[in-house]
């Protein structure tokens, strides 16, 4: 079992910043693939941003590009969304997700573990 704690949400104005974090515990943090997804009120759930075990290969929804870092540090058993230049479409709750495998993946169906989700509202 894998268990994520998602942290770092909030509401910040259009054009801030936030990062969010996810803790893991449970399993060797470096076997695994992680991976951020977002779902805004009547919409589905959508991959964000993705990231492999060591972090040299990651993927990014064209929606955030060149605005959202994905990060993660295996010595502290946890993975970053930095956020950037916010917009109000970007308003959703956020969860991170977990893959047994360390290749990277950017589908839900690909990820096992799930956190709770962190609320993100971008006002305009």
């Known amino acids: 079992q894998v268990q994520l704690v998602e942290s770092g949400g909030g509401l910040v104005q259009a054009g801030g910043s936030l990062r969010l974090s996810c803790a893991a515990s449970g399993r060797s943090f470096s076997t695994l693939a992680m991976g951020w997804f977002r779902q805004a009120p009547g919409k589905e759930r959508d991959v964000v941003a993705a990231?492999?075990?060591?972090?040299?290969?990651?993927y990014y929804a064209d929606s955030v590009k060149g605005r959202f870092t994905i990060s993660r540090d295996n010595g502290k058993n946890t993975v970053y969304l930095q956020m950037n230049s916010l917009k109000p479409e970007d308003t959703a709750v956020y969860y991170c997700?977990?893959?047994?495998?360390?290749?990277?993946?950017?589908?839900?169906?690909?990820?096992?573990?799930w956190g709770q989700g962190t609320q993100v509202t971008v006002s305009s």
């Open positions: 990231i492999n075990w060591i972090g040299t290969s990651t």
């Open positions: 997700a977990a893959r047994i495998n360390s290749g990277l993946g950017f589908r839900g169906e690909e990820f096992q573990y």
